[in-house]
């Protein structure tokens, strides 16, 4: 489910944007968070 929105997402915690800054998308953060 982690892939669901895109592949970089397997690459938490937060992976390089298209920005080159630190990424966290919205909808994973409090799901991650309560690992």
Known sequence: ???ALA???S???P???PTGK???PV???PVQEGR
Do not use: L, N, Q, S
Request: proline fraction near 11%; glycine fraction near 6%.
């Open 1 to 3: 489910m982690r892939t």
């Open 7 to 9: 592949p970089e997402i």
């Open 11 to 13: 690459t938490w915690p």
């Open 15 to 17: 992976y390089k944007g």
């Open 22 to 24: 630190d990424f966290v």
């Open 27 to 29: 909808a994973f953060a």
